[in-house]
């Protein structure tokens, strides 16, 4: 055992936790009501720190854990080595797993036959559905943590293949309004930062996407002095992008002057050949989608006379016209892959959705259906009240008149 890489994960651990108050507070109460006691969870979620603290709390509040990477480049092997070693887990993830590793350590979770499920684009899930029918009959419910498992998840409901309730923590007000804004922006650039030892300042910066992600991204890339343009297929939000402030045009032209582009659309084949072969001379290509299909690799290959890992999470693509074209981290998550994820306050908030949504399916899985059930607004407003008690933050509150004024009727005095 790497005592050294251990004492690592120890001190990640430590520190998460220390900066995770809201969901500190609900396992005070987990350990002292044991609401999950007995009960089964597999979960494939991004085995870094904070993800710890969930397992963590979870197991405190009385459930059996087995965990699993959601990607295989977004493990932390200090904070799984951690888990293992200092706190008894059953964690099967390490950083650089092979496809076959991935699904193996999947199917590893998923031999316990989990009572419930929290995945992280719906893998664990689907596999469920399909070739690990052998454990769906004693699953009871699940969370998605994110946009692409939440689509997944909704196209499974219509077609009527889905077999259990499945929690949209992703929808939760308290999870999409900070993680996918603010801890998508911040990380995405972390990552970046860390892959590449460059300055973002001055440079054309191309945001493919505008939803809650692609806003964080934007939002961020322009206060780190980028002149950003953002690409859209949704008109409604091309319009709130160019009432923000940035450019919009579509991709083929926005790509002619980019020195980077960074892709989170949650769809696939968003930079293919078309785009690569009147990119400029040294741009920077990179990921924060779920999946490694937004930017096409396949195309890049095929394009390219080599391929060279450049820095430890950046690959140069020498095309046949003797351009070079930049990819960090094989395409993948650059956030996790390049980085350490979200920071430990914003994975507060969604962690204590994921906490609080495992123990409402638990109380609740008989009454909610096959379908994809929202996270009950009291939740949402229990993490805001703990949130704004952590940062020492006072609101106002309505008085009686006022709640009656504003839900009456009757012409206002």
Not at 104 to 131: C, E, F, K, R, W
């Amino acid at each position: 055992m790497d005592d050294q890489l251990l004492e690592k994960g120890k001190l990640r651990l430590h520190w998460a936790e220390a900066h995770m108050p809201v969901l500190g507070k609900i396992r005070e109460r987990f350990r002292r009501e044991r609401p999950l006691e007995g009960v089964r969870i597999g979960m494939a979620l991004h085995t870094e720190a904070k993800t710890g603290i969930l397992a963590l709390t979870l197991a405190d509040a009385g459930a059996s854990i087995r965990l699993a990477s959601c990607n295989p480049l977004s493990t932390d092997d200090s904070v799984a080595l951690a888990l293992r070693e200092e706190y008894g887990l059953e964690v099967y993830a390490r950083k650089g797993e092979t496809q076959e590793e991935y699904y193996a350590n999947l199917n590893s979770v998923l031999d316990m036959q989990p009572d419930y499920v929290i995945d992280d684009g719906a893998d664990l899930i689907a596999m469920l559905h399909t070739v690990r029918r052998d454990a769906l009959a004693n699953v009871k419910g699940a969370n998605e943590e994110t946009t692409t498992g939440v689509i997944r998840l909704r196209a499974m409901a219509a077609e009527g293949r889905l077999e259990f309730p499945v929690i949209a923590v992703n929808d939760a007000k308290m999870k999409f309004l900070f993680d996918n804004r603010y801890g998508t922006g911040q990380s995405a650039f972390d990552g970046w930062m860390n892959a590449t030892n460059l300055v973002l300042a001055g440079k054309r910066l191309v945001v493919a996407g505008y939803g809650w992600c692609g806003k964080g991204v934007a939002m961020r890339g322009k206060g780190l002095g980028a002149s950003v343009t953002v690409t859209e297929v949704d008109p409604i939000k091309a319009i709130e992008a160019k009432m923000d402030g940035f450019e919009v045009m579509r991709m083929a032209e926005a790509v002619r002057t980019a020195d980077t582009v960074i892709t989170v659309t949650g769809c696939k084949d968003i930079i293919t050949s078309e785009h690569l072969e009147v990119m400029k001379d040294g741009c920077i290509m990179g990921n924060v989608g779920h999946f490694d299909n937004e930017i096409s690799k396949k195309d890049l290959e095929s394009m390219s006379s080599s391929r060279v890992r450049v820095r430890e999470h950046v690959d140069e693509y020498r095309m046949k016209d003797g351009r070079r074209l930049y990819l960090v981290a094989e395409g993948r998550l650059m956030n996790l892959a390049a980085g350490q994820g979200h920071p430990a306050e914003i994975m507060d908030m969604s962690f204590a959705v994921q906490a609080l949504s495992a123990e409402y399916l638990v109380r609740n899985h008989r009454s909610l259906g096959k379908r994809v059930c929202t996270v009950p607004p009291e939740i949402d407003g229990l993490i805001a009240g703990i949130k704004l008690e952590a940062m020492g933050v006072s609101i106002d509150r309505l008085s009686d008149e006022q709640k009656d004024y504003i839900t009456g009727w009757e012409e206002g005095t």
